[in-house]
């Protein structure tokens, strides 16, 4: 133990990507005075050595740096622009995010119309652009005024996240041929894990009748789950940052409650579920849980990883919906 390491705040360090995302090697370490930067760089995160020279891969929000920390192993530093438990849709970014995305050797986003503040910078910066949705088959948006356009959440379906898997390694096999094997092998059982959730998906909806399969949610983003899934879609606002919860939005998600007689409906971690909680309180329903989409949790959370993330999803829904949720 070095001893000017600080004290950590009380138990368990909670604010990990704090060290993640901040760009220690080029910007803190040059800007700041010799002691904020040793304790800075002291303070326990063994990725953020003084001599960390990897290649640094900066992603739009969690869910994409998990799944690129995972492809990439130990030979990339891999950050997020946006923190747990952000908006990322309608997200503003800082001075400070301008300059995380400036250092990058490569940037990777979800395309898709998710990350339209994005866009507007990372057009001016040097590094390499990947959008990783690049293979994945899009679902158009079905309603409302985001009607024609792709919804955002393919990485809400394990099968098309392996898509995402396949472009990372392209990607960093361009940015590092040196370890292209090491790429091919972490992007090849990173996909395998995510079978594991298809099947999980699919076997734990089987055991569902047809008709209880109806998933009612806050915003539209499980278009994808639920066409790997053979789920019905329903919801009160289709993309978060046109959310507006308008009186209309909530007699039509109590209509589909009543029609279909649906056991449980759900609202996302990064949404007030008060809209939803009105649907609950105007009908029979349960409310089916948190559902996590756009961020991951912190790091003792219930969701620190994106494989965890889909897990919980699945097993929240096919409870829910079967009736065995805990409801609340
Ligand atoms: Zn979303």
Known sequence: MHPA???????????PTLWRTWPVRRAVSAALGGALASVL???GCTALAE???RPVVVTTFTVLADIASNVAGDH?????????????????????????AANADLILDNGLGLEAWFERFVGELDAPHVVVSHDVDPIPIAS??????????????PLEAQHYVDAMVAAFTDLD????????ANGDAYNARLDEVQDELESGLDALPPEQRVLVTCEGAFSYLARDGGLTEAYLWPV???????????????????????????CESTVSDSAMRQVVGATGAAFGGVLYVDSLSLPDGPVPTYLDLLRH??????????????GS
């Not at 009607?147 to 393919?154: E, L, M, S």
């Not at 041929?177 to 091919?184: I, K, Q």
């Open 5 to 15: 390491r600080p004290a950590p705040p009380t138990g368990r360090w909670t604010r």
């Open 41 to 43: 760089l002291l303070s």
């Open 51 to 53: 001599e960390d020279d």
């Open 76 to 100: 990339l530093r891999v950050e997020s622009i946006t923190k747990v438990g952000a908006e990322i849709h309608g997200y503003e970014p800082t001075p400070g995010d301008v300059r995380v």
């Open 144 to 157: 409302h005024a985001g009607a024609g356009r792709p919804n955002p959440h393919a990485w809400m379906s």
């Open 177 to 184: 041929p040196a370890h292209a094997a090491d790429y091919r």
């Open 240 to 266: 978060n940052a046109e959310q507006q919860s308008t009186p209309s939005q909530i007699a039509d998600a109590i209509r589909v409650v009543e029609d279909n007689d649906v056991a449980a409906v759900f």
């Open 313 to 326: 999803d699945v097993r929240t829904i096919v409870a829910g919906l079967s009736g065995k949720g805990e």
